[in-house]
């Protein structure tokens, strides 16, 4: 295959802070890049009455002024919210601080209007927290789409170690999630001559490796287990930037997880349903599959459908339905065209139902 035509655009995150108490650094980092003028900040209310305070007050030290959007959904009306705060505000920068949702929101409102964003995540759930993507309920499309990444990440680990320990299944699963991705990228090179970047592919798939090493210290909760979490979730959102897509991060897996979102709304973290996912795609590429149950195992994070409030029906329709999110993304379930009864058994044998 000549690759020599083939372009794209990396866009990383400018700075990374991660560390205990890093949060008070907020504004002093912030002013030493150079950045200045009103801050919008997005976060849900119960992150905003934990944090907001100690934010403000850090903003205010690097001469910044700032303004708070509630966050209750990741929704296009939240969106449009920020993006108002902004105009209104002739503000130069939002910060998404809190989950998923709030990080995401303040992506796409960001980006929209052509201004920095800063992702200061409060869970380790998800690798959004550098990616160039965001997931928005009522958006014209049932997956991410693409923004830009952060310019920059502040960690703070003190801060994530407190976050409801559900949260980190869902990292957990998104990070293995990585190891089967990237088979369904080569796949798509082998029989599709579809851009294969080993780099980027190579740093997804050591994330999720790094998970199957760290899984005990994770699921034991402990300050090393989940920084290394947190570095790795930050490791594969900078891989996407890499490739300039999501393919290093998201393959059959994740049109799981996004299927069973419309089959069955609100239940399991998108992290959970991909960790199923991987299980359940690893066998279907001759991959050790009892290396990523194991692995969620010690982490404490479900491998059961049941564990996570999933029936064996909804799980069948979620697979037969998942090549159909994005039938332009080559993957593993493309190929091997499952029916009723194979996916019944492909869940059967993996354990997951």
């Not at 108490?21 to 907020?26: G, K, R």
């Not at 550098?130 to 789409?145: C, D, E, N, Q, R």
């Not at 300039?244 to 609100?266: T, W």
């Amino acid at each position: 295959m000549d690759v020599s035509s083939n372009r794209h655009l990396m866009e990383l995150p400018y700075v990374v802070l991660v560390g205990r108490d890093v949060l008070a650094e907020t504004g002093s980092l912030l002013r030493g890049q150079g950045l200045e003028g009103h801050i919008v900040v997005a976060a849900g209310p119960n992150v905003w009455g934990r944090l907001g305070k100690r934010v403000t007050e850090s903003l205010a030290e690097g001469a910044f002024d700032s303004s708070w959007v509630r966050i209750d959904r990741a929704d296009m009306e939240a969106v449009e919210a920020v993006e108002r705060a902004v105009a209104e505000k002739d503000a130069h920068l939002v910060v998404g601080l809190g989950g998923g949702k709030s990080i995401d929101v303040a992506k796409l409102a960001a980006f929209n209007r052509k201004v920095h964003m800063v992702s200061v995540p409060t869970s380790a759930s998800h690798d959004g927290i550098a990616s160039p993507f965001a997931s928005i309920k009522g958006y014209a499309k049932p997956y991410s789409v693409v923004t830009k990444p952060p310019f920059a990440i502040i960690a703070d680990i003190s801060v994530i170690m407190g976050a409801p320990p559900r949260l980190f299944n869902g990292g957990v699963g998104d990070l293995l999630a990585k190891l089967t991705a990237v088979k369904d990228w080569e796949l798509a090179r082998n029989e599709k001559q579809e851009y294969y970047g080993k780099y980027s592919a190579n740093l997804a798939r050591m994330s999720g490796t790094m998970i199957e090493e760290e899984a005990t210290d994770i699921g034991e909760r402990n300050e090393e287990g989940i920084r290394g979490l947190v570095e790795a979730l930050i490791s594969a959102g900078v891989a996407a930037g890499i490739a300039g897509s999501s393919r290093p991060c998201s393959g059959a897996e994740h049109l799981f997880s996004h299927a069973m979102d419309g089959i069955a709304p609100g239940v399991g973290l998108h992290g959970e349903k991909t960790g199923l996912g991987a299980i359940m795609m690893a066998k279907l590429h001759g991959m050790d599959w009892e290396r990523i149950r194991s692995a969620l195992f010690r982490a404490r994070a479900p491998r059961t459908a049941e564990e996570i409030g999933l029936t064996k029906e909804q799980v069948i329709r979620g697979l037969l339905a998942a090549p159909e999110i994005r039938p332009e993304r080559y993957t593993i379930l493309h190929k091997v065209k499952l029916d009723a009864k194979s996916a019944e058994e492909l869940a059967r044998e993996t354990k997951v139902i």
